[in-house]
């Protein structure tokens, strides 16, 4: 059986968790797109907290017959990792957008030169050109 301390402490900071991200969203700085992911996580970390019968369960479907209160551990550590993999993949992403958005700037700089050097004769008209259609 789960000990009473532990599913008091286990749930206290389960709440906490929760409340942090709760300010963290009113406080926009943390996005609605990765805070629903926090919440579901704080949420079911004080579910299994405070049902001190169901973690027993899930422990003994598990096969953790030492000590329940390990899946809470468990369970919060493959979320991290999760969130981990997740956030890697997003480096990655905006990495490569980084990657194009130098190139482009490098492109418009040159451009931009080279229009200096040429003068004011190759200058942009102020006028669009009429259009035909």
């Given at each position: 059986m789960t000990p009473l301390r532990i599913s008091i402490a286990a749930s206290v900071a389960s709440v906490l968790l929760i409340l942090v991200v709760l300010e963290l969203i009113r406080g926009r700085r943390l996005k609605e797109r990765y805070?629903?992911?926090?919440?579901?996580?704080?949420?079911v970390l004080?579910?299994?907290s405070a049902?001190?019968?169901g973690l027993n369960t899930?422990?003994?479907?598990?096969?953790?017959s030492g000590y329940p209160p390990a899946i809470l551990f468990a369970a919060a550590t493959l979320f991290l990792i999760v969130v981990l993999l997740h956030?890697?993949?997003?480096?990655?992403r905006l990495d490569d957008?980084?990657?194009?958005?130098?190139?482009d700037l490098a492109l418009l700089r040159r451009r931009v030169d080279d229009l200096e050097r040429a003068g004011p004769a190759a200058a942009v008209?102020?006028?669009?050109?009429?259009?035909a259609d």
């Open positions: 805070a629903l992911l926090w919440l579901v996580t704080g949420v004080l579910v299994l049902w001190r019968d899930i422990a003994g479907w598990l096969g953790v956030y890697s993949t997003v480096l990655s957008e980084k990657t194009l958005l130098a190139q008209p102020t006028e669009p050109p009429a259009r």
